[in-house]
């Protein structure tokens, strides 16, 4: 089954204690990325990538790392959690054609973190 | 740079009335435009898009929705609401269409649809 997972779906962790949000996806597919989803706010993307070893930020990058050694794989790092990193998070995976995307994306299931 | 706005952030419809759920975008060149519903506690799922063909859209559960470039719109419908269409819907653009872009999705705020028995 094609799809996107995340792990783990929920954590409640502590302020300054490094954690690791992984997403994987078995569609060899060349985009991934990283949104947070706070209320009124929608999605706002942290991260993305548009294939192995090339990433960049998007909209709300601050205190975020990501790395994509392996297509299937795009781990989001928060080096030192803070209250305000205190959201949902979804991983998202495109194809990619022609150097743009016109396909849609497919969501992971979301991580709830809460930072206390 | 692209844009999006929903217009309202609750709907509230009766089952079996008419849905519609306002997105209106903004653009400089010709977008690809998206909706994505989310039901409680899961991820996004996509309901339809548009790519430039026809500019009348069908999804999935008997979704719709009317790409009008005069108005810069993009508003979804369904005639006939269910209870099972109460879900957070998201509008959202590509700026794929720039051409050779990072073709990243621009979300709108959403709307929650409610729907009353």
């Known amino acids: 089954e094609a799809q996107v997972t995340q792990n783990p779906r929920y954590l409640i962790t502590v302020t300054g204690k490094k954690l690791t949000v992984t997403c994987s996806q078995n569609?060899?597919?060349?985009?991934m990325s990283w949104y947070r989803q706070d209320p009124g706010l929608g999605l706002r993307q942290i991260y993305y990538?548009?294939?192995?070893?090339?990433?960049d930020k998007g909209d709300v990058p601050e205190g975020y790392k990501v790395s994509r050694k392996e297509k299937r794989n795009f781990p989001l790092i928060l080096e030192s959690p803070s209250p305000n990193q205190t959201s949902l998070y979804f991983c998202?995976?495109?194809?990619?054609?022609?150097?743009?995307?016109?396909?849609?994306?497919?969501f992971g299931p979301g991580t709830r973190l809460t930072v206390l | 740079a692209q844009s999006v706005t929903q217009l309202g952030s609750h709907v509230s419809v009766s089952e079996g009335a008419l849905v519609l759920l306002r997105c209106n975008y903004s653009?400089?060149?010709?977008?690809?435009l998206f909706w994505y519903v989310q039901y409680p506690n899961q991820g996004l799922q996509l309901l339809l898009k548009?790519?430039?063909?026809?500019?009348l859209v069908k999804g999935i559960n008997g979704f719709e929705a009317e790409f009008k470039k005069s108005e810069t719109s993009f508003h979804l419908t369904k005639p006939s609401a269910h209870m099972s269409d109460a879900a957070e819907y998201f509008c959202?653009?590509?700026?794929?269409?720039?051409?050779?872009?990072?073709?990243?999705?621009?979300f709108g705020k959403g709307t929650k649809l409610s729907v009353k028995p």
């Open positions: 959202a653009v590509s700026d794929g269409a720039k051409g050779g872009s990072q073709g990243n999705l621009i």
């Open positions: 998202a995976s495109s194809r990619r054609l022609a150097g743009a995307i016109r396909n849609e994306q497919f």
């Open positions: 548009y790519t430039s063909a026809a500019t």
């Open positions: 653009s400089s060149v010709p977008p690809y």
């Open positions: 990538s548009m294939n192995v070893e090339v990433t």
């Open positions: 569609m060899n597919h060349e985009y």
